[in-house]
């Protein structure tokens, strides 16, 4: 069985391929679906010629429905689904579209005279199931994929400009996003909470900015040490200097680049910390390495799930006031062996709204970050 799509025309001649629905004529029972774009809240419709009749054309005037983008290229995950059934103020459907950065263009208008929305911004995304092109002005943006990749030529940041340029709603907020393409920034704005309270109330970890290798006089307080490389993410760029001739070596080879680097007194840890926050829901769990990696958020690694205290609450409530209010995020702490610190915590960074989600509560998770997404969206379009 397999699905197909259903495309109609609107009163002002648009063309909108509103959901996919089941050919029941396929006796194929391939589940490889192809389907980027729904209009939420919509039954599954037959394929029979009268099908467009039986659709009712007014949901699909301007401004009965919102269109919202999701960027995320992760193939199992099909928002749309996550989404069906769901409606702003009670009766207004979402149209759904979903796509990496990758395959993503856009443009901006600003129309200084204009007596309605004075700025817009038209996107063309590629379907990442089915490759099919659409042409959006989107009402609201979920950014799940990171902005600015370590690797070569995975850089969104024009694209995030952009959105930005057009002031399009978004969960994390834009200029939160905007923040987080680089570390120090984010490492900043810890540090005025740290300065706000004692170290005992919030523990952050002690670290070094060098803007170039030219600046790299002085090491690091305590080695070993870690080094970061420029604003690479999930455990790259990240190297430890056993020692000051180790700290000179890695010098040499920040001289061949152009990112900055900072430095911290490595911590031997007995297991990671990640808390969670989406909306009002938290999470928190422990990674233990089991594949001898000191980067326990690469290689093999298992993760228990831990109660949520008070202290680790104030962590990410604090942490989750920078920028305006971060909708999702994730503060990544470690706790040390007794042998070298008495089993002391220290809050290492922040992550924004593209964190990556425990399998175990990946599903219930999303339907969280569905709930926030509508939440935020009745807030400006129905308050």
Known sequence: ?????????????ENYVIEDHYNNNNNNNNNNVSNNVVIVGENVMSDSKDSKEKFNRNELKKGEHKKLLIIDNNKNIKWQNYFN?????????????????????LTSYFYSQSKDKCCKCYVEIR????????????DFLLIRNIINEATPN??????????MYANVPSVNNLQACYNFLERPLVFGELIKIREKY????FPLISQNYYPNYQSMMIGIDAYPGVMKLGHAEAGMGKSIVKDHHDFEDYKSIV?????????EHFKEGLYDLRIQKIGDHYRVFKRYSISGNWKTNTGTSIAEDVELT???KFWIDEASKMYGGLDILAVDAIHTTDEFDNGQEYILEVNDCSIGLAPNYEHEDNLHIVELVLSKMEEIYYP
Do not use: C
């Open 127 to 138: 379907d990442i199931y089915d490759n099919r092109r659409h042409t959006i002005n989107p």
């Open 198 to 201: 004692s170290f005992e109330e």
């Open 310 to 312: 008070d202290k680790y």
């Open 154 to 163: 995975r850089n969104w940041k024009n694209l995030l400009y952009g959105l």
């Open 85 to 105: 059934n769901k409606f702003l103020n009670e009766d207004v459907p979402v149209l759904v579209y979903q796509s990496g950065w990758e395959d993503i263009e």
């Open 1 to 13: 069985m397999n699905f197909i799509r259903s495309v109609f025309s609107s009163d002002n001649n």
């Open 255 to 263: 001289a061949m680049t152009p990112f900055y680097v900072t430095g």
